[in-house]
């Protein structure tokens, strides 16, 4: 599967949420709102654990339908935050992830697992900042 970055950074195509993972593999449903609780703090009931992507047309089905980042994204005519003017904004910024903080936060274990499971999908801050620096866009807050 081709890289499927989603408005704020995420990546879809690594996700265990994401609707064509979910279907070659349930069991990720469980995994997941195990993972989330441990590394993220909320726990989503799993059979409610799967998406279309913030990518897909129409009216997909997200698991954060209350996202404030894909609606701002399309109403800037944006494909991803690391286009904008504004970037790091009060949207993105409750959202962004990055590995090292999280390592902090988990006193310094994570198995490279629960990293590739739960973690790298989600690791937007340097997917989005390499895309402002290809683009010769100021990198940072």
């Excluded at 990546?11 to 593999?25: G, S």
Aim: charged share 25%; hydrophobic share 35%; aromatic share 10%.
């Amino acid at each position: 599967m081709d890289p499927i970055l989603t408005r704020c950074g995420y990546r879809c195509d690594l996700c265990l949420a994401y609707r064509p993972n979910v279907e070659r593999n349930p069991a990720n449903q469980q995994k997941l709102s195990d993972g989330w609780f441990k590394y993220f703090g909320f726990r989503l009931p799993p059979e409610t654990i799967f998406c279309d992507g913030c990518m897909a047309v129409g009216n997909p089905h997200l698991i954060d339908s209350a996202c404030p980042v894909r609606p701002c994204v399309l109403s800037r005519g944006l494909e991803n935050c690391a286009g904008c003017e504004d970037y790091i904004c009060e949207k993105l910024a409750e959202r962004l992830v990055d590995f090292e903080s999280l390592l902090q936060k988990a006193g310094g274990a994570i198995s490279e697992e629960d990293r590739a499971c739960f973690l790298f999908p989600y690791e937007n801050r340097p997917r989005l900042e390499t895309i402002r620096s290809s683009k010769g866009m100021r990198i940072g807050e």
